[in-house]
């Protein structure tokens, strides 16, 4: 049974950092394609950062420069640095992996392409 058990988040002020994890088990992340989406306040669920299966990273335009993604194979965790935090970051956060056969940035962003969620967690940046 795969799942996958996000950790992190809370509130921030603006400008602020915050790290998230996603721990997996029944499922090896570092073999397949997997990223983070978000969904804000009265908004659709969107890709924010992504890894394809050939480690090509693909960022949302809204969080370049900002967020960065990693993984820890030996743990089998998937991470998300987020720095510089503004109030339109306010959103739940989801892990998401297996994208199947797709891959590049149109498929990879769009949270329809996932099998696997995590639980998601609340990020609240405040002005």
Same mark, same amino acid.
């Given at each position: 049974?795969?799942?996958?058990?996000?950790?992190?988040?809370?509130?921030?002020?603006?400008?602020?950092?915050?790290?998230?994890?996603?721990?997996?088990?029944?499922?090896?992340?570092?073999?397949?394609?997997?990223?983070?989406?978000?969904?804000?306040?009265?908004?659709?669920?969107? +890709?924010?950062?992504? $890894?394809?299966?050939?480690? !090509?990273?693909? %960022?949302?335009?809204?969080?370049?420069?900002?967020?960065?993604? &990693?993984?820890?194979?030996?743990?089998?965790?998937?991470?998300?640095?987020?720095?510089?935090?503004?109030?339109?970051?306010?959103?739940?956060?989801?892990?998401?992996?297996?994208?199947?056969?797709?891959? +590049?940035?149109?498929? $990879?962003?769009?949270?329809? !392409?996932?099998? %696997?969620?995590?639980?998601?967690?609340?990020?609240?940046?405040? &002005?």
């Amino acid at each position: 049974q795969v799942q996958l058990v996000q950790s992190g988040g809370g509130s921030v002020q603006s400008g602020g950092s915050l790290r998230l994890s996603c721990a997996a088990s029944g499922y090896t992340l570092s073999s397949h394609c997997m990223g983070w989406l978000r969904q804000g306040p009265g908004q659709k669920r969107e +890709g924010v950062v992504v $890894l394809d299966t050939d480690g !090509t990273t693909y %960022y949302a335009d809204s969080v370049k420069g900002r967020f960065t993604i &990693s993984q820890d194979n030996a743990k089998n965790t998937l991470y998300l640095q987020m720095n510089s935090l503004k109030p339109e970051d306010t959103a739940m956060y989801y892990c998401a992996a297996d994208c199947g056969h797709y891959t +590049g940035r149109d498929y $990879l962003l769009h949270p329809a !392409t996932y099998a %696997y969620w995590g639980q998601g967690t609340q990020v609240t940046v405040s &002005s």
